[in-house]
DNA sequence: TCTATGATCGTA
DNA sequence: ACGATCATAGAG
């Protein structure tokens, strides 16, 4: 596996063509002295202004302020009072794209992850992963990486094996009220870590 | 100030 | 199916 980071023309494209490409990434997080790994076997595009279900429907706030910086950076929000998750934000400054990580699957420094996810993911190593504020648990993401550069040493994506377009999964975005029409989630069917089938 | 609600998860 | 639990945004 190739460990070097993918370079930040990877994020500047059309969002569109950046999320099925996330799909067979490898995100890598350095968490205090362990490193965690996972592939990407899940996510959802969400297109800025246009596109009612994004956060950046309605413009620029403080909450939402990352996801119009440059493509390449980390965009974690807090929702339902509990959870954390987090999108890579795509394209250029001020378009307001990013795609969400909704599933990996682990490859390295599962007993870290099963200690930040705690009881909930005992005796089933696929409750680890296999959902966007499951995710961030396990790997340690929080308000403190909001912002993070994915050029940088802490949190950062690998070449992994990308997978071929034809053999990707499309469906509507989970979780949402409008632009339910949209077949925006891309996920790798078959794949034991998909939040769902 | 005040209030409704959410890109969710775990339990029943 | 439902409750937990609270930051955020928009309204007043």
């Known amino acids: 596996m190739l460990k070097t980071p993918l370079p930040r ?3 500047l ?3 569109l063509l ?3 490409d996330l799909l067979g990434r ?3 997080r350095r968490y205090r002295n362990a490193l965690l790994a996972g592939t990407i076997v899940e ?4 297109l800025g202004r246009r596109d009612p279900a994004s956060h950046s429907y309605r413009g620029k706030t403080e909450r939402n302020s990352v ?3 440059t493509g390449g950076h980390l965009y974690v929000y807090f929702t339902y009072g509990m959870h954390f998750c987090c999108n890579v934000v795509t ?4 378009n307001g794209c990013a795609v969400l990580i909704r599933a990996l699957e682990p490859l390295e420094g599962l007993p870290v992850m099963r200690k930040l996810r705690g009881a909930p993911a005992a005796g089933d190593d696929r409750l680890l992963t296999n959902g966007p504020a499951k995710l961030c648990q396990a790997f340690g993401i929080g308000r403190a990486d909001n912002g993070a550069d994915l050029a940088g040493d802490r949190i950062y994506l690998t070449r992994g094996t990308p997978v071929a377009g034809r053999t990707i999964g499309t469906s509507p975005r989970i979780g949402i009220s409008e632009g339910k029409e949209f077949p925006f989630r891309f996920y790798i069917p078959g794949n034991r870590f998909v939040s769902r089938p």
């Open 91 to 94: 394209e250029e400054e001020g």
């Open 43 to 46: 996510v959802e595009a969400y």
């Open 9 to 11: 023309s990877f994020y």
């Open 26 to 28: 490898c995100l890598v």
């Open 13 to 15: 494209r059309p969002t």
């Open 18 to 20: 950046v999320a099925p």
């Open 67 to 69: 996801m119009f910086g």
